[in-house]
């Protein structure tokens, strides 16, 4: 009777040679360059310095920013998910006339719409708005034209630039701002102290940078914090960071949605 014979098949046998350290040196820079891409094109990380997305960001919020979804369609990424600008949106964009400055407020009105405000109020294409994630004036903090705009012409005492003020009764008609193409009017939520597109105008398209995803850390922080840029300043604050790091973050807004 013939015998049937189990053989096992030889695995082929495996080397490994020490990565030399010119391998190690290129591979650490590929882990670089591409980590440098992703933080420059694709996320970007920002710290909120003011109170004027309040109650949706506080002061001392770290947000993660998605530069790609807003960003103009390329041909070359059709695999790559765009999409327009859209009504209530949080943006992070150059404020216009100051290219160096990142500001980040709330889309409210887009190309073609109609708006204004009363008491506070805003009226987007003749319907009052809800808006629960703002904070609105009352009779205390009143202020004709910030509550009322655009009825009340910018007088001495507002934070308005020559630009827009010399701008503004171009875009307005009867009780309304008309939105022009390509230009978005963005405010924040903390209504009563944003200084937004009442004061510098329209955001254009090329401006905006991208949207805020998500809070990533979140540290308790004094509006007046970012003025002070002094290398003491700097070092005193990294030190009352190390020092109530456990204490002082808000734990809670870890991974907190921005919406």
């Known amino acids: ?28 820079c590929g882990v670089l360059v591409f980590g440098l891409f992703i933080l420059t094109f694709v996320f970007q990380n920002f710290m909120i310095p003011s109170g004027s997305m309040l109650k ?23 695999f790559v998910h765009y999409r327009d600008v859209h009504r209530g949106d949080i943006v992070v964009f150059y ?54 705009f655009p009825a009340i012409a910018p007088a001495e005492g507002y934070d308005v630039t020559a630009t827009w003020a010399a701008e503004l ?10 939105v022009p193409a390509g230009n978005y009017f963005c405010m924040g939520d903390n209504r009563p102290y944003s200084l937004d597109s009442r004061y510098w105008g329209f955001v254009p398209r090329e401006n905006i940078v991208g949207r805020p995803l998500f809070v990533y850390w979140s540290f308790v922080t004094n509006e007046d914090q970012f003025n002070k840029t002094g290398s003491r300043d700097q070092l005193a604050w990294i030190g009352h ?11 809670s807004r870890s991974f907190h949605p921005v919406r």
């Open 1 to 28: 009777m013939p015998t049937i014979v189990d053989q096992e098949q030889q695995a082929p046998e495996t080397t490994s040679t020490e990565e030399t350290p010119l391998e190690f040196i290129a591979s650490i």
């Open 56 to 78: 949706t960001l506080l002061v001392g919020d770290h947000v993660l920013v998605d530069r790609i979804t807003l960003a103009p369609r390329t041909a070359w990424a059709p």
């Open 95 to 148: 404020k216009p006339g100051e290219p160096d400055l990142f500001l980040v407020k709330r889309v409210v009105g887009v190309p073609g719409d109609r708006l204004h405000l009363r008491n506070g109020v805003v009226f987007l294409n003749g319907k009052a708005q809800s808006e629960p994630q703002t904070v609105k004036t009352n009779d205390q903090i009143y202020m004709p034209y910030r509550d009322d």
């Open 241 to 251: 960071i190390v020092l109530h790091f456990f204490d002082q973050t808000r734990w």
């Open 169 to 178: 009764p171009e875009h307005i008609r009867g009780e309304d701002l008309v």
